[in-house]
């Protein structure tokens, strides 16, 4: 059964860091690309970042580009999210999913709230 | 970026009836990648449809897509209790990859 669980999400201060993890099971992690999804209250779905599954190559939406940073330990089937100079606008839910197109598998999320 | 617009924002229907959601984009979506998700409050969101109208592993085959270009619509043909819910659609065959607003489906 195909498992991926986020931890992480906090209370942070504007301008403050933190770093989200996924863990994966159930899959092959190494051969996956992975996603990052969030999803700010009572709003729609956004996409965030995605890593391809050697690492290789990393895409973000404008909004977090040079801010956030994904990455993965293959070794570990773990992702992760680094954010940093983290805004009010970025408080929302965080979503874990596996793929870089449609997602079938999606964590269960975890949630980061940035206030002053 | 392709902008994904949902309509109509609410839908009112009783269990029985059938349910047309619509999204259109601003421009044309490559290869029909276009998947469509489920979304209870408090829960992730599950795959309900991708590639336009390819039904995910497990839904039941009252819910249906349709659509290509800029025209995409999801059907539920006969509603049932647990499919009161958000939907969206997503587009993921252009960067960034985005969704639609939402559509919420209401008793």
């Known amino acids: 059964e195909v498992q991926l669980v986020e931890s992480g999400g906090a209370l942070v201060q504007t301008g403050g860091s933190l770093r989200l993890s996924c863990a994966a099971s159930g899959f092959t992690f190494s051969s996956n690309w992975m996603s990052w999804v969030r999803q700010a209250p009572g709003r729609g779905l956004e996409w965030v970042a995605d890593?391809?599954?050697?690492?290789?190559?990393?895409y973000y939406v404008d909004s977090v580009e040079g801010r956030f940073s994904i990455s993965r330990d293959n070794a570990k089937n773990s992702l992760s999210l680094q954010m940093n100079s983290l805004r009010a606008e970025d408080t929302a839910v965080y979503y874990c999913a596996r793929g870089a197109g449609y997602y079938m598998f999606w964590g269960q999320g975890t949630p980061v709230t940035v206030s002053s | 970026e392709i902008v994904l617009t949902q309509s109509p924002g609410t839908l009112s229907l009783s269990p029985g009836e059938r349910a047309t959601l619509s999204c259109r984009a601003s421009q044309s979506v490559s290869s029909t990648y276009l998947a469509w998700y489920q979304q209870k409050p408090g829960q992730a969101p599950r795959l309900l449809i991708y590639g336009a109208s390819t039904r995910a592993t497990g839904i039941p085959d009252r819910f249906s897509g349709s659509g290509s270009g800029t025209d995409f619509t999801l059907t539920i043909s006969r509603l049932e209790p647990e499919d009161f819910a958000f939907y969206y659609c997503?587009?993921?065959?252009?960067?960034?990859?985005?969704f639609g607003q939402g559509t919420r489906v209401e008793i």
């Open positions: 997503h587009q993921y065959g252009s960067s960034p990859r985005t």
């Open positions: 890593i391809k599954p050697d690492g290789s190559e990393r």
